[in-house]
């Protein structure tokens, strides 16, 4: 019988995803769960996006130029340009998501066995990206004690080696919702430029800030304009993650030059999808005003109630929409489990993320959940409600 490659049995399953069965079981039984899990906002897409495709004069489905529409990366540009980023329209390459971004970046800059460094824990399909590309992650630690902030650069010096091709960060973050400092940017690039490496930012969740804080992107650093690449994405921004469109932005013209030869091997991103992304550039801002606001709300009301639950530690996020939460248990996997196949309270239940799949050291963050706050306030009170009630049977059970 013919056996799979190696790479196949070592691509890592989704922590997001692996636990639908347990939902469904749990579903079947009559139970409502609340999803907790993904970071799949209810927020509406923007009309006028929707309406670009439902008004889309179409004969022919052709192809797109491989770098996707120039009147999108044109109006990409100048969104850009809007927020202070010197960035054009031939520094710009429209993907099939941020997943396809970020995997032109890693097959431009690294060879299979070179190495890159991020910060844990870190974005769940970074370790499947890196298997598919044969890149070797090397994690380092940061710490739910400060919010899982910058790890101080000393930590990440120590891990460069002659194999080490770039940094990785996710800002804001996912899983964890920090936001990283202009100070930290900062350090980050003086680093790169150091040993000459690539920084990568996973910037898709830049406009969900809160309060006093703002977003820094890399690309606002001009001395590292030859190091840098931005990986972005319209999912979170425009609640369009099904559109599969991001795109991958760098001043660096061979890195371009190299990321345009995988994209000539894919074709071209989807049409349909272009369609809308580029509608969605005209978004008012009174949409994101709205949205912002609603999540900063979210944020205050979950993280409270997080907190009042004995045992509970939680990172306070300043961005995206995601917190990592640390649990009074042995294997959070097992929590996760059982709340959905064997726990109801009143007849609802709540799907969480195990966060240890959010980290690539092994017996790490097996205690720690990531949770989504994309749901509505009532919704998120009542999913925190059942999480203390829930983490008060199985304690016992546990013991």
Request: proline share 5%; hydrophobic share 40%.
């Amino acid at each position: 019988m013919p056996k799979v490659s190696s790479k196949g049995q070592n691509m890592p399953e989704s922590p997001i995803r692996k636990l639908v069965p347990f939902a469904e079981i749990a579903k079947k039984k009559g139970n409502k769960v609340y999803h907790l899990n993904i970071g799949q906002p209810d927020i509406k897409t923007p009309e006028v996006a929707l309406n670009a495709v439902k008004n889309a004069d179409i004969t022919v489905l052709e192809y797109s130029h491989s770098a996707g529409f120039e009147s999108y990366r044109t109006k990409l540009a100048a969104y850009y340009q809007k927020h202070h980023l010197p960035i054009n329209v031939e520094d710009i390459i429209i993907t099939t998501g941020g997943s396809e971004a970020l995997i032109f970046a890693m097959g431009s800059t690294m060879d299979a066995g070179d190495e890159i460094i991020i910060p844990e824990p870190f974005y769940a399909n970074y370790n499947g990206f890196s298997t598919s590309t044969g890149v070797n992650i090397v994690p380092v630690m940061s710490s739910i004690e400060n919010d899982f902030a910058l790890p101080a650069i000393s930590e990440f010096e120590k891990l460069i080696t002659a194999k080490t091709k770039a940094i990785l960060i996710c800002n804001p973050g996912n899983p964890t919702g920090y936001l990283y400092s202009k100070e930290e940017i900062s350090q980050l690039a003086e680093l790169v430029k150091k040993h000459d490496l690539f920084l990568i930012a996973d910037e898709v969740y830049r406009e969900f800030t809160y309060g006093e804080h703002k977003h820094v992107s890399i690309m606002s650093f001009p001395e590292i304009e030859q190091n840098a690449i931005m990986i972005d994405s319209v999912s979170k921004r425009y609640s369009m993650c099904g559109a599969r469109i991001g795109c991958i932005v760098s001043k660096n013209k061979e890195l371009m030059g190299a990321a345009m030869k995988f994209a000539q091997a894919r074709l071209s991103p989807p049409t349909y999808a272009q369609i809308a992304s580029e509608a969605a550039l005209d978004t008012p801002q009174s949409y994101f005003d709205e949205v912002i606001e609603e999540y900063k709300e979210r944020r205050d009301v979950f993280i409270e109630a997080l907190q009042g639950i004995e045992g509970v530690q939680v990172g306070v996020p300043n961005g995206s929409f995601y917190c990592v939460a640390k649990f009074p248990v042995k294997s959070a996997d097992d929590f996760a489990k059982w709340i959905l196949e064997s726990y109801d309270y009143q007849g609802e239940t709540v799907m969480v993320a195990p966060a240890a799949g959010f980290y690539s050291t092994p017996g790490v963050g097996l205690d720690q959940v990531r949770l989504a706050y994309v749901l509505k306030k009532e919704d998120l009170l009542r999913s925190a409600e059942i999480l203390k009630q829930a983490l008060k049977a199985y304690r016992l059970i546990e013991k």
